[in-house]
């Protein structure tokens, strides 16, 4: 299939090419980071202590993704650097910055978003303010993700990760285009997993905790793909309440019977209704700030079978692999894995279907075996600002 040339793929303002590029990192390393973990970045960029492997263990090889997503503020940018400063001198790996907006990234990233759209232009040309500008830039980016996969391809059968962060605003990823699109796309090519970002400081109270839930659970139910919540911030309180309300639906009880609102009351009904998404995950506590890191504990339904030990963040990595090969042996997910398609730019058009002036972008998937599977379009208004798909 062709895909279009980078030059006809631009948006006229904002946006450039997707290129690969070691950025260095804005913000110097922090104690822990520099002294256990000294740098082994290689000339193209992937981070790695390992020599040379054979060329037929390099055959078998495929990168896991890690898409890191959570609420504003509650450390995934730390906790993709953590992960990145415990991979460095161990696994090669590649992290991927998704946010267009951050100033400043403590990692060094080999694809930034930063590179290829301007945030800034972005509002200002389709007249957005902050979130719209995110929501739109993520959107812009996802139309050339193909350029992503293409750069990543040529380096996939020497990396063991591909780490991604992404924007505060967790409704870039969960509810615009562009999500599915990324999501779908890394699925399509690699065993991807989503690590949900959950700050347990800021979750002690149930309500809150509920909300945090509701919004991985809808998360999980989207993206269909294994799923691990990374209780983070435990060097400040233990995780052991939410895990206790996660696995133990007496306990949440309890902790609700104090207040009798609305809320608590709607609360309660929820937590009856996503007792059977607790079922599916798994979670662990985690400081990205300290690297310390519980035991990842299996969904209470396989307790028995599979054992996901974790003693720092490599095993977390590792653990986050075992997750994923279990997860399409045993779901009904898995068919998934192979009927997901990566897409491509089939076409640009400047306008709809309606003759409205637009930047569309018409998508083709493929499965797998290059079996044709079906296409759609993502369509950016210049007046309106509006972006659908
Ligand atoms: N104590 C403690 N602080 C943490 C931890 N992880 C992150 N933080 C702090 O939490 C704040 C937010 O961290 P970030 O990593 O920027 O969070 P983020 O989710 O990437 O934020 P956005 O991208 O803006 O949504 C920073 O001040 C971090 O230092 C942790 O494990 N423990
Ligand atoms: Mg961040």
Known sequence: MEVESTEESRVDSGTASVTEE???????????????????????????????????????????????????????????????SYLNVRKPHYVINLDPAVDKVPYM???????????????????????GGIVTSLNLFSTMFDDVLKLLSKKEQDLDYIIFDTPGQIEVFNWSASGPIIAGALAATYPTVIVYVLDVVRSTNPQTFMSNMLYSCSILYKYKLPFI???????????????????????????????????????????LALEEFYSNIKACGVSAFTGEITRLLPAMSDAEDIDYFVLGFEDFAESARLLEDDFFQREPLVEHRETLSPFSIHRIDRKDTEGMPCLRGVLRCQGRQGKKLGGGSVVLYNDKGAFGC
């Open 229 to 271: 919540i990374a209780m983070n911030k435990i060097d400040i309180i233990s995780c052991k309440y939410a895990l206790d309300w996660l696995h133990d639906f007496d306990e949440f009880q309890d902790a609700l019977a104090a207040e009798s609102n609305y809320a608590s009351n709607l609360t309660r009904s929820l937590s």
């Open 109 to 131: 990233s080999y694809i930034d978003i930063r590179d290829t759209v301007n945030y800034k232009e972005v509002m200002k040309q389709y007249g957005l303010g902050p979130n």
């Open 22 to 84: 070691k950025k260095s990192t804005d913000k110097p390393d922090t104690q822990e980071n520099n002294s256990e973990l000294p740098s082994t970045s290689s000339e193209d960029g992937a981070c790695s202590a390992s020599g040379p492997s054979s060329s037929a263990e390099k055959k078998k090889k495929e990168p896991l993704c890690i898409i890191v997503l959570g609420m504003a503020g509650s450390g995934k940018t730390t906790f993709v650097k953590r992960l990145d």
